[in-house]
């Protein structure tokens, strides 16, 4: 009933919402970037993005994970021109480390799975990330697992990644994956994201969050530059959501460990930055549990099928 409410009212309020999004379609539009190959300058122009009626209506952010991962290969490049295309604001990703120290953007610490690395060097098993130079990982095809038009799209290093992000003029969920396996990435991290200019006042004040499953990184984060957001991913006990508000902005948990009274009590700790601590929850991705978080409360929506969900909660 409660997305049913905001998504008439979001209609009251803007009958045009059609005309700037277009209509809604369960299959997105063909991607546009002159092949997975294509660097920056092909990437498409970002599409309509959603009107400001999560902060008129209170309405849950939609964070596309991974890019659009469910429509295009994980984490590549082409995932985040779709999410654009698709209109969605927000990016999510896995940050990495090759042998030589240089940053990728993958989730799992192998390449087995979203890689054809077995057949490119079928003698390095377990075939760790770490265990890679990044030359070795750029020879590595990304895409043909998903589906053979993707064939030839590549891992992208985080440089590259933030560039195609600001290009498609879109923000970023950042994860910082298994850092117990990358001592140090934090700090590597940061300095890459000051670099591409990820850390002025307006990127920090809106367009950034770090996140990890590790509270030892989010804080070891909160402590180096403690004017950028901070999310814990997981759902601690009630009972120690306090000691985590020391050190994180917002408490991002799976939709399946929480519920209402949770989000409410997490919504009342504030967080290092004086504000209402938030909840993202992640991965929503059919209209029955998009409903059933938003009627919990939450304040995001991480899902692999961003469209859809934006279509329940926005109503286009």
């Given at each position: 009933?409660y ?7 979001a209609a009251v ?13 369960a ?6 970037t ?12 970002a ?5 400001p009626?999560?902060?008129l209506l209170?309405?849950p ?7 659009a991962?469910a429509?295009?290969p994980?984490?590549?490049l082409?995932?985040?021109d779709l999410?654009a295309?698709?209109?969605?604001d ?14 990728v953007?993958?989730h799992d610490?192998?390449l ?5 690395v ?8 377990p075939w ?5 130079t ?9 895409g043909s697992?998903f589906r053979?038009e ?6 992208p290093?985080l440089?590259?990644?933030?560039d ?6 879109g923000?970023?969920l950042?994860e910082v ?6 001592p140090?990435?934090?700090?590597e991290?940061?300095?890459l994201l ?9 990127h920090?004040a ?5 996140q ?8 070891l984060v909160h402590r180096?530059?403690?004017d950028v957001?901070t999310?814990f991913l ?6 120690d ?16 460990e929480?519920?209402a ?8 700790l504030r ?11 992640w ?19 991480i899902?692999?099928r ?9 109503g286009?």
């Amino acid at each position: 009933m409660y997305v049913r409410t905001v998504a008439a009212a979001a209609a009251v309020l803007g009958i045009t919402l059609s005309a700037l999004a277009g209509p809604a379609s369960a299959t997105p539009p063909p991607l546009r970037t002159g092949g997975p190959k294509a660097g920056p300058a092909a990437a498409p122009h970002a599409g309509p993005k959603a009107p400001p009626l999560a902060g008129l209506l209170g309405l849950p952010v939609v964070y596309a994970h991974r890019g659009a991962s469910a429509y295009a290969p994980e984490n590549t490049l082409a995932s985040i021109d779709l999410a654009a295309q698709l209109g969605m604001d927000w990016v999510e990703n896995d940050v990495q480390r090759t042998k030589d120290g240089v940053l990728v953007v993958i989730h799992d610490d192998t390449l087995k799975r979203t890689t054809d690395v077995q057949k490119v060097f079928p003698k390095r098993s377990p075939w760790r990330v770490k265990d890679f130079t990044a030359a070795e990982i750029a020879r590595l095809d990304a895409g043909s697992w998903f589906r053979p038009e993707f064939a030839g799209a590549r891992i992208p290093t985080l440089r590259e990644y933030l560039d195609r992000v600001q290009l498609n003029q879109g923000r970023l969920l950042l994860e910082v994956k298994k850092p117990e396996l990358y001592p140090g990435i934090e700090r590597e991290i940061l300095d890459l994201l000051d670099s591409r200019g990820w850390l002025d006042a307006r990127h920090v004040a809106s367009r950034l969050v770090v996140q990890s499953f590790s509270a030892d990184s989010v804080a070891l984060v909160h402590r180096m530059r403690p004017d950028v957001v901070t999310a814990f991913l997981g759902a601690p006990p009630e009972e120690d959501l306090e000691r985590y508000a020391a050190f994180s902005d917002r408490i991002n948990p799976w939709f399946r460990e929480i519920n209402a009274e949770w989000v409410a009590r997490v919504h009342a700790l504030r967080g290092p930055h004086g504000k209402a601590m938030e909840v993202d929850t992640w991965i929503v991705d059919d209209p029955d549990t998009t409903q059933r978080v938003v009627e919990m409360g939450v304040d995001g929506i991480i899902s692999n099928r961003p469209d859809l969900v934006r279509r329940t909660v926005y109503g286009y």
